[in-house]
């Protein structure tokens, strides 16, 4: 027998399906530790009275940081949420699993390509690698690899979903969770074409067989990849606020169309909003960059608005209706906060709300964007969407799937309840931190803003120092509750006391 019935949902299970489930959370979780470990050395370098890294090995593990911790973690949890929503909530199966394993294939491959090399010095080119910054060529074809097995993993989903209509697995149409992972899979491949249409030529002129790529040109491309990559998150992301809220607590969304409306407008507008990255560009006209980041970005903020009263208000409705109706908040106060899936999805909302979303429409927007994107502001404002927002998401999804799909109970849970709270107070402290350090001026990614070895004496506003300190203390808090999800996600995926 090649699938299972789950005792906990009822839920079919095929075997592939769940094996590739396992290996992609298990991979994601590795990479966010090796993630999360740089991040702990960038953060103790950017605060000033320790200052720990060289200027060298900061620029190294700033770009290993961004890799690891931004597209690896986040990517490889994503293909394992694409199996968990195209076959499993579709109780069918992996309609190609040789191309399934391909794909994850590709992608480690990748990634491997990608943290040997820049370990080993040659690809100090940060996230972006901006030309006429230039890294081996072995940089270049490992994000081409990956890029290339993500690509095959998003067209596996449309398989199923292709095999699962044929076999009639659901009625009219796809469950909300799958709905999400559709739009987050189409997103990524418009994401991954414009990767390819880049790093193709970049990777050969790498290897001098083309002698000239224009950086306005790879700006304009790459900010098609780099941009939009983050808007598979969002999608996945409040997709799996969608499964959790379902999931924990039986919740249904409160209007089901407008939901996936919201969806659709992610798919029509997200990637158009990319372009604040580019205000400062003498390439595009001042029109075209007022329409832009004035209109087309608010289509795509909309949905975010429209989740983030959607999916509470569906949680307040499930938790009325078992009973808790005593006053306005009642609901609220008996909610299970000491369940870490659903305190993680709760802090998911807020932290992506306020940190990510309402900072992000601000600096979105031109006038304000000139004024600071360049600083450590907009660090803040991407750790709030990124971190505060998709990595406490799925943090609560790790803890959804150990149970459903590795059928392990989770060990130290005490520790586990903790968790989510410990890591959403230090995330929130250091963005916040970072966000008020940048409106004093402090650069986006300079390893010495103090200048210590310069030749001339140099002071700055002692607000900065404040900032920053208080950005390195929830730096640690933040790192403190990232190795406690680590050792009781392994822990129990490893030494969990198996379930039926």
Same mark, same amino acid.
Not at 4 to 22: N, Q
Not at 26 to 48: E, H, Q, S, Y
Not at 202 to 226: H, M, N, Q
Not at 459 to 468: G, H, K, T
């Given at each position: 027998? $090649?699938?299972?019935?789950? !005792?906990?949902? /009822?839920?079919?299970?095929?075997?592939?399906?769940?094996?590739?489930?396992?290996?992609?959370?298990?991979?994601?979780?590795?990479?966010?530790? +090796?993630?999360?470990?740089?991040?702990?050395?960038?953060?103790?370098?950017?605060?000033?009275?320790? @200052?720990?890294?060289?200027? =060298?090995?900061?620029?190294?593990?700033?770009?290993?940081?961004?890799?690891?911790?931004?597209?690896?973690?986040? +990517?490889?949890?994503?293909?394992?949420?694409?199996?968990?929503?195209?076959?499993?909530?579709?109780?069918?199966?992996?309609?190609?699993?040789?191309?399934?394993?391909?794909?994850?294939?590709?992608?480690?491959? /990748?990634?491997?390509?990608?943290?040997?090399?820049?370990?080993?010095?040659?690809?100090?080119?940060?996230?972006?690698?901006?030309?006429?910054?230039?890294?081996?060529?072995?940089?270049?074809?490992?994000?081409?690899?990956?890029?290339?097995?993500?690509?095959?993993?998003?067209?596996?989903?449309?398989?199923?979903?292709?095999?699962?209509?044929?076999?009639?697995?659901?009625?009219?149409?796809?469950?909300? /969770?799958?709905?999400?992972?559709?739009?987050?899979?189409?997103?990524?491949?418009?994401?991954?074409? @414009?990767?390819?249409?880049?790093?193709?030529?970049?990777?050969?002129?790498?290897?001098?067989?083309?002698?000239?790529?224009?950086?306005?040109?790879?700006?304009?491309?790459?900010?098609?990849?780099?941009?939009?990559?983050?808007?598979?998150?969002?999608? *996945?992301?409040?997709?799996?606020?969608?499964?959790?809220?379902? #999931?924990?607590?039986?919740?249904?969304?409160?209007?089901?169309?407008? !939901?996936?409306?919201?969806?659709?407008?992610?798919?029509?507008?997200?990637?158009? =909003? &990319?372009?604040?990255?580019?205000?400062?560009?003498?390439?595009?006209?001042?029109?075209?960059?007022?329409?832009?980041?004035?209109?087309?970005? @608010?289509?795509?903020?909309? *949905?975010?608005?429209?989740?983030?009263?959607?999916?509470? *208000? &569906?949680?307040?409705?499930?938790?009325?209706?078992?009973?808790?109706?005593?006053?306005?908040?009642?609901?609220?106060?008996?909610?299970?906060?000491?369940?870490?899936?659903?305190?993680?999805?709760?802090? &998911?909302?807020?932290?992506?709300?306020?940190?990510?979303?309402?900072?992000?429409?601000?600096?979105?927007?031109?006038?304000?964007?000139?004024?600071?994107?360049?600083?450590?502001?907009?660090?803040?404002?991407?750790?709030?969407?990124?971190?505060?927002?998709?990595?406490?998401?799925?943090?609560?999804?790790?803890?959804?799937?150990?149970?459903?799909?590795?059928?392990?109970?989770?060990?130290?849970?005490?520790?586990?309840?903790?968790?989510?709270?410990?890591?959403?107070?230090?995330?929130?402290?250091? *963005?916040?931190?970072?966000?008020?350090?940048?409106?004093?001026?402090?650069?986006?990614?300079?390893? $010495?803003?103090?200048?210590?070895?310069?030749?001339?004496? #140099? !002071?700055?506003?002692?607000?900065?120092?404040?900032?920053? !300190?208080?950005?390195?203390?929830?730096?640690?808090?933040?790192?403190?509750?990232?190795?406690?999800?680590?050792?009781?996600?392994?822990?129990?995926?490893?030494?969990?006391?198996?379930?039926?």
């Amino acid at each position: 027998m $090649d699938y299972r019935i789950c !005792s906990f949902t /009822g839920l079919k299970i095929h075997k592939t399906a769940e094996d590739l489930i396992k290996w992609n959370v298990v991979t994601a979780i590795l990479f966010l530790a +090796l993630g999360g470990f740089m991040a702990l050395l960038v953060a103790l370098t950017r605060w000033p009275s320790v @200052h720990y890294l060289g200027p =060298a090995n900061y620029y190294r593990f700033l770009t290993l940081h961004g890799f690891d911790a931004l597209l690896l973690w986040i +990517l490889f949890f994503e293909v394992a949420l694409v199996h968990f929503t195209s076959a499993v909530l579709l109780n069918t199966r992996v309609v190609a699993p040789f191309s399934a394993w391909i794909a994850y294939a590709l992608m480690l491959v /990748g990634a491997v390509f990608v943290n040997i090399v820049t370990f080993a010095g040659k690809a100090d080119v940060l996230f972006t690698s901006y030309v006429p910054l230039k890294a081996n060529g072995v940089y270049y074809l490992g994000v081409i690899i990956f890029a290339v097995g993500a690509l095959t993993a998003f067209g596996n989903f449309f398989a199923n979903i292709i095999q699962a209509r044929r076999d009639k697995a659901y009625k009219h149409t796809l469950p909300l /969770g799958t709905y999400g992972l559709a739009a987050a899979s189409i997103i990524g491949v418009v994401t991954l074409a @414009h990767g390819a249409v880049i790093m193709i030529p970049v990777f050969f002129w790498s290897i001098d067989l083309i002698k000239y790529i224009d950086p306005a040109t790879y700006r304009l491309i790459f900010w098609g990849l780099g941009h939009s990559s983050q808007q598979i998150n969002v999608c *996945a992301m409040v997709a799996m606020w969608y499964m959790a809220a379902a #999931f924990v607590l039986g919740a249904k969304p409160v209007n089901e169309k407008l !939901s996936r409306t919201a969806f659709v407008l992610y798919i029509l507008f997200i990637n158009v =909003a &990319s372009e604040h990255h580019l205000l400062v560009d003498p390439v595009l006209s001042n029109w075209h960059k007022i329409v832009n980041t004035g209109y087309m970005m @608010h289509l795509a903020v909309l *949905a975010s608005m429209i989740h983030a009263f959607a999916i509470p *208000a &569906s949680m307040e409705v499930a938790l009325r209706n078992k009973g808790y109706t005593k006053g306005l908040f009642d609901w609220l106060k008996n909610a299970p906060w000491g369940n870490p899936a659903f305190s993680a999805t709760f802090l &998911s909302i807020i932290g992506f709300g306020f940190l990510g979303g309402i900072t992000g429409v601000i600096f979105g927007t031109e006038q304000f964007n000139i004024i600071r994107h360049n600083t450590f502001a907009i660090t803040g404002h991407f750790h709030g969407t990124v971190v505060s927002g998709t990595t406490t998401a799925f943090m609560g999804g790790t803890y959804l799937l150990i149970p459903y799909i590795f059928r392990r109970e989770l060990v130290l849970p005490k520790l586990a309840t903790i968790q989510p709270y410990l890591y959403a107070i230090g995330v929130a402290m250091f *963005a916040i931190s970072m966000m008020a350090a940048g409106s004093y001026g402090v650069p986006r990614r300079h390893w $010495d803003i103090t200048f210590s070895n310069a030749i001339f004496s #140099f !002071s700055f506003d002692p607000s900065i120092d404040i900032f920053l !300190s208080m950005m390195g203390v929830g730096a640690l808090l933040a790192v403190l509750g990232g190795v406690i999800f680590i050792i009781v996600s392994l822990g129990s995926i490893v030494f969990g006391k198996k379930t039926s």
